[in-house]
């Protein structure tokens, strides 16, 4: 039974804070809100501070900005509306530019732990794969012991990856975005605490990706124990 109950609890903290997100984006990304959409307003902010080099993209992937090319891309799915949604999604990316400009050296070691992180998790992965037949086909058990030890460590990369991007996150929604949507009367005061809960609830799916993963290298050790 109390293993039953943990597992519960697992699933509540890794699958709540997604469902909640969605709930709260959805929530304030209905309505009509802005004079134009949340890419007019990255434009408008990217101009209005100065980011020179800076450019804004729509993407079909998912909101984001890239440091490497000096751009905030969004899609119009969801920052293409004239939602608060799309309007604080919008700022929040404006926020991840302004670290850049400022040379923030916690993003910077995120983006290279990312790139590494793509490659090092499909590594892992194809090391849990050979390391017990590796072992059984060389009869020495303590290969496949070495290679199992190696893939649950670079697995767990992704974890340090969703670690590190938290704080990242944080800061360019509460210490970034949402003073930029105050102090330049973007939002009026009364959808201020709705525009924290949107940011809050992105920042806690970041949270929710790192048990996750957490959880996938649990997996994998108790299956190769038995």
Not at 25 to 45: C, K, N, V
């Amino acid at each position: 039974m109390p293993y039953v109950a943990w597992l519960v609890v697992l699933i509540v903290l890794i699958a709540g804070p997604g469902l909640w997100a969605r709930h709260v984006l959805e929530r304030y990304g209905r309505d009509e809100y802005f004079s134009g959409t949340g890419i007019d307003l990255a434009r408008i902010l990217v101009r209005d501070l100065n980011l020179a080099g800076v450019g804004v993209e729509t993407t079909e992937l998912g909101d984001h900005y890239d440091p490497r090319d000096k751009v905030v891309r969004l899609n119009p799915a969801s920052s293409g509306k004239r939602s608060l949604t799309a309007v604080v999604v919008a700022a929040h990316e404006v926020g991840h530019a302004l670290q850049d400009q400022s040379g923030d050296g916690l993003l910077r070691f995120r983006t290279g732990l990312v790139m590494f992180g793509i490659w090092a998790e499909r590594i892992g992965a194809a090391a849990l794969m050979i390391a017990p037949l590796l072992g059984a086909a060389l009869q020495v058990p303590m290969v496949g012991r070495l290679l199992l030890v190696g893939a649950v460590f670079v697995l767990g990369i992704p974890v340090v990856v969703h670690l590190v991007t938290l704080p990242v996150e944080l800061d360019a929604s509460f210490n970034r975005a949402l003073p930029l949507l105050k102090t330049g009367k973007y939002i009026p005061p009364e959808d201020e605490r709705a525009a924290r809960r949107i940011l809050t609830a992105c920042a806690l799916t970041y949270l929710a990706q790192a048990l996750a993963s957490m959880f996938n290298i649990l997996r994998w050790v108790r299956l190769f124990r038995r």
